[in-house]
């Protein structure tokens, strides 16, 4: 089911969490977690490196993904964790090519430095899953004004869904609020400039604020 958009041109306002599901799969050190990451399953890449976009952030985080995060503050291995946090997952168009990239990272790495310090007991990187829900808010849009008073209005959860996570739903580059303003109010200059914002740039609230600002602008 495609949400977002609809045949009749009303844009109707998802919301969405994230269910936690335990993998029992843990690494305590760079080798463990190099060797896990090659096998787990595709969900636990993604919960660990998009849906991290789901967590409430004031302002962007240094490590935008749970791997960058645990090499830095658990392993204090610094320049691994900044290669890791360079990975724009939303450059990949599939999982298995931004695993491949993961992979590779950390085996050259590996080639250079020597393994940093195992974690402390209790401090393991745990690999999970995310089951996203989606919910309807029951807020629809049909016009410019009435679509960003919608999205003023909105949870946080809701940009994500539709500007985040949408686009490896759509398969392709485009976001659900580009779609719409392109294809339903013939907006494809005000669309190019929402779809130009770098989702991996910000956090939700700041991109929720600099699609507002683009929209107000046009009006």
Not at 1 to 21: D, S
Not at 99 to 110: D, F, M, N, P, Q
Request: charged share 25%.
């Amino acid at each position: 089911m495609t949400q977002g958009a609809n045949v009749n041109g009303t844009f109707k306002f998802f919301e969405c969490f994230a269910i936690i599901r335990l993998t029992g799969r843990r690494a305590s050190d760079i080798l463990e977690f190099l060797e896990i990451l090659k096998t787990i399953s595709t969900e636990s890449i993604f919960h660990h490196m998009h849906q991290y976009f789901l967590k409430p952030h004031i302002i962007p985080p240094e490590f935008p993904n749970d791997f960058a995060v645990w090499t830095a503050e658990t392993l204090g291995e610094q320049n691994l964790a900044e290669a890791l946090a360079n990975v724009n997952p939303f450059e990949f168009g599939d999982i298995e090519a931004l695993r491949a990239e993961l992979v590779r990272i950390i085996t050259e790495h590996l080639k250079r430095y020597p393994p940093p310090r195992p974690a402390l007991p209790g401090r393991e990187f745990l690999f999970n899953e995310g089951v996203t829900i989606v919910l309807p808010t029951g807020i629809e849009a049909a016009r410019l004004h009435d679509f960003v008073r919608a999205l003023k209005e909105v949870d946080s959860s809701s940009v994500y869904f539709h500007f985040y996570e949408a686009r490896l739903r759509l398969g392709k580059e485009q976001d659900d609020f580009t779609q719409f303003l392109d294809s339903c109010l013939d907006c494809p200059g005000l669309a190019g400039r929402i779809k130009s914002l770098d989702p991996y740039m910000y956090s939700t609230e700041v991109l929720r604020a600099k699609i507002i600002r683009l929209i107000e602008e046009a009006l």
